[in-house]
């Protein structure tokens, strides 16, 4: 069986340990060197850059997030060990980890982290997917000849380059598709390399749970497990016409995905009409403060990935479903495209306080459309926001003082209350 070390970079036959170097991070398959569908998923990367950035945090539990908004972002995994997860509220968080660090965000340290780590995927394929700042698909199909090594050498040699040029770390999905790449890069983290490979991917699959498809989210599983559907062995039960008259389009997908397989591709340069970011809660709301908290949390992740997709909006949108599942829709055209986290959750919430009072909601979406390049957002004053464009060059100032100096070297007035 083929193998490889991840510390060196030797190929040989499967061993515990590395003929070359005797390390025991080896990653063995059959397959391989003949894959090369890959997805790259930082290991939470906000609080990672945080303890890269100050290393008297390396040993501390880390929450980023907090602020008035009271919710995580993300945490790093000693946190996470302690049952504290993103989108959780910061004082059951604080319950559950209360010697935890609380950080607020510095998505221009994020960004510049995110840039580097792309700049390293360019050198290896022309085809990335950037999902969101810390993860993308690549696609190294046809490459071996140009670098002089299978695929599976130039991702670990990527992880290792991160590890030593960036202190940071991510974890490898390697398979031939990008649906079971993204499913590969979440079974061995952190600092993990998995692979699944074509030959098994129908065992591999068959008792998991329908909750490992990406995107389907807590209510489409519930429709599912109400089908009787709850693994994806239950889903080949299914007819695909079947599928379709009870899930719709969503039921098209499912077909294909119940066998492994995804015919999209990793796309660089596919147009985007929007970028949005919604949750569905456990329980209908009408908690105002719950509700501005995720308008930020999402407006921090939409901002995320117009970043990581150098892109900005000129249209805020607000998505709501009340508790009968009925829509409302809201959107606002800002004067200047943006791309700022700030400018997303004050016309996001805005957008909310227009709307019926008092209501209980399900459902709660922000995202932004009218897309542009990011060189034509956040550029010219706004009239009836004199102050927004120098808040946007405070905050990528401020950012860049603490990313040369530690975090604790400017503070805003508000953070010492």
Known sequence: MPALCRDCLEMFDAAPRCPACGSRRVVAHDE?????????????FYASVEKRDNPELADKPVIIGGGHRGVVSTACYIARIRGVRSAMPMFKALKLCPEAVVIRPRMEAYSAASREIKSMMAELSPAIEPLSLDEAFIDLTGTARLHGAPPAVMLANLIRRMRSELGLTGSIGLSHNKFLAKVASDLDKPYGFSVIGKAETAAFLKDKSVSLIWGVG????????????????????????????????????????????????????????????????????????????????????????????TIAGRVVNLKLKRADHSLI?????????????????????NLLDQTEQG?????????????VPENEADLSADLLDPDAGRRAD?????DKIRQKFGRDSIKKGRALR
Not at 329 to 349: E, F, G, V
Not at 394 to 398: K, L, P, V
Request: glycine residues 6%.
């Open 329 to 349: 829709s809201r959107r606002i055209s800002l004067r200047h495209p943006t791309q700022i986290a700030d400018k997303i959750y004050k016309n996001a919430r």
């Open 218 to 309: 807590r209510v489409g599983v519930s429709s599912l497990n109400a089908a009787g559907i709850c693994t994806f062995d239950d889903l080949l039960r299914w007819e695909q016409k079947d599928l379709i008259a009870r899930f719709g389009s969503m039921g098209h997908r499912l077909w294909y995905l119940a066998r492994g397989q995804d015919s999209r591709g990793v796309s660089s340069d596919g147009p985007m009409k929007s970028i949005s970011s919604e949750t569905t809660f456990n329980e209908d709301t009408a908690d105002v403060d719950i509700l501005d908290g995720h308008i930020w949390r999402l407006s921090e992740k939409v901002s995320d990935r117009l970043k990581a997709k």
């Open 32 to 44: 391989l060197f003949d894959l090369s569908i890959a997805h790259m998923d930082c290991d939470a």
């Open 359 to 371: 209501a209980a909601y399900r459902l709660l979406g922000v995202g932004l459309s009218e897309l």
């Open 394 to 398: 405070a905050e990528r100032a401020t």
